[in-house]
């Protein structure tokens, strides 16, 4: 068995037994067909591998009035954690429905086994006509009178009708309503299952440590681990488990000798003021700069040994030290104005290298320390923190009675203390002495016993060694000696919401993701479990075969910011989930993998989606949101290409496995797998590049082409047993084997009533007469002059893909127009063609389909009149051309009108769909996403993204805004002849002059000497640079750095012969200047700095 065979749940669990299993896998759901109470008899469900001793269900809730929607982020018939507070459940932002009202969205919930048993005695009362059928008028009267429906739902009563009578027979018997129900069920199970995957990067990655005794502890700060030994080395570890550096904490002075080695029982870190604090075994708290590691002070004389500490900011001059002894106390140091403290006790006299001063002196001698000791547990800490959310520490010890408490930092007896304080508000002084009498009391440091209503003790066998704490899911997590991680709602003490079992030994080490919804574990044996909070149960299990971590656990820690779990054993290890990729980190996705294909359905208005993961996802079209989705649809293979039935009510897949599946999609159940055994020519299997559903004659067929270079055509006949089928094609035709395509068929086209198309990688494309088998005619593009050089046209293909039809769409307007072109194919070498495929076939048209070069046009499709052609490319730019009148009765040497264009995705596009009736656009890409647009290129939205728009509104769709890595990609920067170097700033800025000009060359001469000028041009000839190399001229020492750049940027004078710039300056006599007469001036005796002239003086 492999290591890690039970860390990945099975795709196929249990399926549950009745309805209350129904899963719903989007938060957005319209309101169903049911506003009425549900029956509190819903059995509740046995999930497997749960670890819960029983699972809980709804209960119904009042009736009230219809919910337009509903969002949901899990399956209703899941209870909450009982006893939670409200904010435990994930809520949706725009619904504040109840729980009992969420159920009354969708049929299932409605029925269970009691139900059952009424609606299949209903199912043959409501048979009128006695044949163990109901049509559509006897399933309305049904569902009406039991289930007391209104009769404004017969919308919705007719679109259940039709999901579950897939087969268009117009009757649906009462099997068939069952196996729908059911493979709904099993469907959405697996849809959720998919959704709550997760996965670490195995094995773990392992580094080896420069610690020599163990690990203490590990912490982190904006994605650094940093952990700390016993022998006081702390190391520093970036996300990839890369050693950054490592210090030591004690005192590096020369002069000062240590007289013993300390032992470090603790550390925490004080983030806003970079130090480090450091718990000892001599009843010592030690602070160190956290950039230099400095000794910064240490306060000394402990009444106990700092056993667990922690620390916390709850002010902006204000924070916490909280420790816990071995008395089961937990002292707290309550420090106002800490900065200062700091500074102060950095003066106080050192001792061993190191400032120092007592707690006495610490507390007593500073009003702005307060230090509080509670006598909490009987036995040692085990670990304990301060939560400033709820303004408790928490802390845990091996003692049953006293296992994990809740408890205030003051207490409610200093309320009497605060109000005198308040009250003496206008007396400082008094204040002051006050609070000196208050500490020099002799049992100031002694410990204190808290009042009943200022904690909360919680008793475990056992006791408790490690916990967790969440205030975003109102959820505490417990594990200790007796293997068993529990579940308690903080404010209720008496016993655990639920007993998480799966653990063989004893729990180490606890943690609580909220906004994933996950607990981590992980116990002494090394095993690692992710359990989900909502399910209550194990997501993953990991063994140390598994992640291949060796060693005895020392110390554990999750890192929120790097999603990772570093461990410490004899080595330093790191356990990283594996996460989305980088790409998708902000961009909303369709699929996790690339989409292949996208189809509107308009019986039901949804849209289908398949892609590379073989997944088949079924969204809204209205709202964008998610409705279903199933899984494995051809194993491991890719879904290559995606098709209805003429009905609408079923679908058809193709893969790379060389199958073709139909699906009742709206359930996930697959009726038939249509395969040609013969297919494979030895290299594996065929895949399937296109299908085509086709109904002629009242016949009804379906056409798949690919790799096996064959028409594969399959008969649809209605299968009345319910069963799945295996179908083989038909007989293939002589043409086909004779005549027919030499290279791969890569697209696929019907025409009414009887013409079929199909194009291959070697650019040919034949047209066949369904009715006989025959080959109506071949078409060749020719070559461009000097593309290739061939002597006939089969030779004419470019194996690199550049030659190669992607897609065939006919005009079906012009079916029955001889003269006109009735098929456009997307290739080769970048260009659309349009053919006329009579007479033996001849080129009508043929342009460039992009001006960007290296283009290929990946695929095709008209709106309903075909006036209007939209073709994607493999960069991502949809184009929007105007065909209504191109190519109808005679050759075209021109384009069509390019009505408008844009870039749509960033990479590229695999599928368009027109729809109609909206005028709107679908494209799907390689870059996991499908897009909704209008037909001016205006964007509605991303199928998935969190917000639901409304077609009918458009202040709720994205335009202006554009999808954010279309903005910011290179290709997307909008066109102009200065990005594109074709003229410079100068002909820009002169561009009006130009215009009013009246001799427009002399101003072009003007302009270019200008630029002549402007522009430095450089040119050194060879015998110059050999003659630079061989003088080395900047390879002395003095000329680097600075004094190379200023070698190389030095202006050079440049000898252009005859004289010197010195020898033609102009000399001049210099003219003789008048002197002035100096004035007279009278020192004022008293005043030396104030001079006047004689005549003010006398003045």
């Not at 749960?50 to 009042?62: D, E």
């Not at 030591?248 to 003021?273: E, G, L």
């Not at 194009?759 to 005619?777: A, K, L, P, Q, T």
């Amino acid at each position: 068995m492999s290591p890690v065979t039970e860390s990945i749940p099975s795709r196929r669990p249990i399926r549950p037994s009745s309805a209350s299993a129904n899963l719903q896998t989007h938060g957005c759901y319209k309101s169903g067909l049911f506003d009425n109470k549900r029956p509190t008899t819903a059995a509740p469900v046995e999930r497997p591998k749960t670890g819960v001793p029983k699972a809980h269900h709804w209960r119904g809730g009042s009736e009230t009035a219809e919910i337009e929607k509903i969002k949901l982020q899990r399956r209703p018939t899941l209870s909450t954690l009982e006893g939670l507070d409200e904010s435990a459940v994930p809520k949706s932002n725009t619904s504040n429905a109840s729980a009992g009202d969420l159920l009354k969205s969708k049929i299932e919930e409605k029925i269970n086994i009691d139900t059952l048993e009424l609606l299949k005695q209903a199912f043959q009362e409501a048979d009128e006509d006695g044949s163990g059928e109901l049509d559509l008028d006897e399933f309305k009267i049904l569902l009406k009178s039991k289930l007391n429906l209104s009769g404004t739902k017969d919308q919705q009563i007719d679109a259940l009708f039709y999901k579950i009578d897939w087969s268009s027979d117009g009757n649906i018997t009462w099997d068939e309503f069952c196996t729908y129900m059911q493979l709904e069920y099993a469907e959405k199970e697996d849809s959720y299952q998919r959704s709550k995957d997760v996965m670490f990067h195995l094995p773990a990655k392992t580094e080896n440590m420069p610690h020599r005794d163990a690990i203490l502890k590990i912490t982190d700060t904006d994605g650094t681990f940093i952990a700390c030994s016993q022998d006081g080395i702390v190391s520093f570890w970036d996300h990839n488990l890369r050693l950054k550096r490592t210090r030591t904490v004690v005192p590096n002075d020369a002069n000062v000798k240590v007289m013993k080695q300390k032992w470090i029982t603790d550390f925490c870190i004080m983030t806003q003021y970079n130090k480090i604090i450091i718990g000892t075994g001599d009843r010592e708290i030690e602070f160190f700069e956290l950039s230099s590691f400095e000794p910064y002070c240490q306060i000394s004389l402990l009444e106990t040994v700092p056993l667990h500490m922690d620390f916390c900011a709850t002010g902006p001059d204000e924070c916490l030290i909280v420790y816990g002894d071995t008395n089961g106390c937990i002292n707290i140091l309550v420090i106002r104005a800490a900065g200062e403290c700091l500074r102060t006790w950095k003066k106080k006299p050192k001792q061993n290298g190191i400032a120092t001063i007592s707690l006495n002196d610490a507390a007593r001698g500073n009003s702005n320390v307060d230090f509080i000791c509670w006598k909490v547990h009987s036995d040692w800490v085990q670990e304990l923190r301060y939560y400033h959310d709820i303004r408790q520490v928490v802390s845990c010890s091996n003692s049953t009675n006293t296992a994990i408490v809740l408890g205030c930092t003051t207490g409610s007896t200093n309320v009497e203390g605060s109000l005198r304080e308040i009250k003496e508000q206008g007396q400082p002084n008094k204040s002051d002495q006050t609070r000196l009498i208050r500490k020099e009391d002799a049992s100031y440091f002694s410990p204190r016993q808290r009042l009943e209503s200022d904690q909360s003790v919680f008793k475990v066998y056992k006791g408790v060694k490690t916990f967790a704490f969440s205030k975003a899911k109102n959820v505490m997590m417990t594990g200790g000696m007796d293997r068993i991680v529990r579940m308690w709602n903080p404010y209720v003490s008496n016993k655990p919401v639920a007993l998480l079992r799966g653990h063989n030994a004893p729990i180490f080490y606890l943690f609580i993701a909220p906004d994933e919804g996950r607990v981590f574990s992980i116990s002494t044996d090394k095993c690692v479990k992710i359990w989900d909070i909502q399910d209550q149960n194990c997501l993953l299990t990991v063994r140390p075969k598994g992640h291949k971590i060796r060693g005895d656990l020392q110390a554990c820690h999750y890192s929120h910011y790097n999603k990772s779990l570093a461990v410490a054993t004899d080595q330093m290890a790191l356990l990283s989930l594996k996460l989305k990729p980088v790409l998708h980190a902000d961009i909303v996705i369709t699929h996790k993998e690339p989409v292949t294909s996208a189809k509107y359905n308009g019986a039901f208005r949804q849209v289908l989606t398949c892609s590379e993961g073989s997944i088949v996802k079924l969204w809204d079209f209205e709202t964008g949101n998610s409705v279903f989705d199933f899984g494995e649809a051809h194993g491991d293979a890719a879904i290559t290409c995606l098709d209805f039935d003429t009905t609408g009510r079923r679908c058809l897949t193709g893969g790379r496995d060389g199958a073709i599946k139909v699906w009742n999609y709206n359930n996930g159940h697959c009726l038939m797998t249509l395969r040609n055994p013969s297919s494979s020519r030895g290299e594996g299997n065929d895949e399937i590049c296109g299908l085509t559903y086709v109904e002629m004659n009242k016949n009804r067929y379906v056409v798949g082409v690919g790799w096996d270079r064959c028409i594969n055509i399959y008969t649809d006949e209605p299968n009345d047993t319910g069963l799945h089928q295996l179908v083989d094609p038909q007989e293939r035709w002589e043409d086909d084997k004779r005549s027919g395509h030499k290279e791969d068929i890569l697209s696929i086209a019907f025409c009414p009533p009887n013409l079929l198309a199909t194009s291959s990688y070697d650019g040919e494309v034949i047209i066949w007469n369904m009715v006989s088998g025959h080959i109506f005619c071949h078409l060749w593009s020719p070559a461009d002059p000097g593309y290739v050089s061939a002597s006939s046209p089969r030779d004419k293909k470019s194996m690199d893909g550049d030659g190669t039809v992607n897609q065939t769409v006919f005009m079906k307007t012009r079916a029955y127009n001889k003269d006109a072109a009735s098929l456009i194919s997307s290739g080769p070498r970048g260009y659309i063609h349009f053919w006329n495929v009579f007479q033996g076939g001849h080129l009508l048209a043929k342009f460039k389909g992009s001006k960007h070069p290296g283009v290929m046009i990946t695929t095709l499709v008209l709106n309903g009149g075909d006036q209007i052609l939209y073709s994607g490319d493999n960069f991502g730019f949809v184009h929007c051309w105007n065909v209504s009148t191109y190519a109808l009765c005679e050759r075209e040497t021109t384009p069509p009108e390019l009505i408008t264009t844009w870039r749509a995705h960033v990479e590229i596009i695999n599928s368009l769909d027109f729809i109609d009736e909206y005028k709107l656009l679908i494209t799907a890409s390689n870059d996991c996403s499908v897009r909704l647009w209008n037909k001016d290129g205006d964007y509605i939205g991303t199928f998935g993204q969190p917000e639901p728009w409304d077609i009918h509104n458009k202040n709720t769709w994205q335009h202006p805004m554009a999808p954010f890595d279309v903005l910011v990609d290179p290709m997307s920067m909008p066109e102009h002849d200065i990005i594109k170097g074709k003229i410079n700033m100068q002909q820009v800025v002169h561009e009006d002059s130009v215009n009013n000009s009246d001799d427009e060359e002399e101003y072009q001469r003007e302009v270019q000497a200008r630029l002549n000028l402007a522009r430095q041009t450089f040119h050194v000839d060879d015998d110059t640079i050999a003659q630079q190399l061989r003088e080395k001229t900047f390879s002395a020492p003095r000329k680097v750095g600075k004094r190379l750049r200023h070698e190389k940027l030095r202006h050079t004078v440049t000898d252009r012969g005859g004289p010197s710039e010195y020898q033609m300056l102009r000399c001049y006599d210099l003219a003789t200047c008048p002197q002035p007469a100096p004035p007279q001036l009278k020192v004022n005796k008293n005043n030396p700095f104030d001079f006047y002239s004689a005549e003010d003086v006398g003045a």
